[in-house]
């Protein structure tokens, strides 16, 4: 009797250890997975950075523009109106072109928080399809409906 015990204690703890080897396996590709991730992001924000203050400055020039713009007419009257319109209407849409790449960048500045979800979850994926490969399963197809 005691050495049924004993031989259940002993597989019982190999077991555990097979089990806890097999987490640190896992822990240990879903970490390369996000330190992949992490490089990506720290790139993709050392891009957007100087774009994002090219376009502060662009954006302040434009004010500037502006401003020198509705100096001029109010210096000069309406001596050459149809040529301040144009102006006017060129900055309109510089400004609105702005406004686009300034969304665009934030949207790409948010995208990391995407990339970084979407990332662990196919990481976590790979991994749990890599883990029932271990074990001998396979996975059940979906059913063609």
Known sequence: MAKVIKDLLLALLNATLILAAICLFLFW?????????MH????GQQIVAPLRNDLKDMTAKLEDMRATLARLEWDKG????????????????????????????????????????????????????????????????????
Do not use: Y
């Not at 590709?29 to 991730?37: H, K, L, N």
């Not at 990506?40 to 790139?43: A, G, H, I, V, Y």
């Not at 399809?129 to 396979?138: K, N, W, Y």
């Open 29 to 37: 590709r879903v970490s390369i997975t996000t330190q992949a991730v």
């Open 40 to 43: 990506d992001f720290t790139l």
């Open 78 to 145: 309406a001596e050459s109106p149809a040529a301040i319109t144009l102006m006017n209407a060129r900055l309109d849409t510089l400004d609105a072109r702005m406004e686009m790449a300034q969304s665009r960048l934030t949207h790409l500045a948010n995208l990391p928080g995407e990339l970084m979800d979407r990332a662990i979850t196919t990481g976590v994926d790979r991994v749990m399809v890599r883990a029932t490969e271990l074990r001998g399963c396979v996975m059940p197809k979906p059913e063609e409906g």
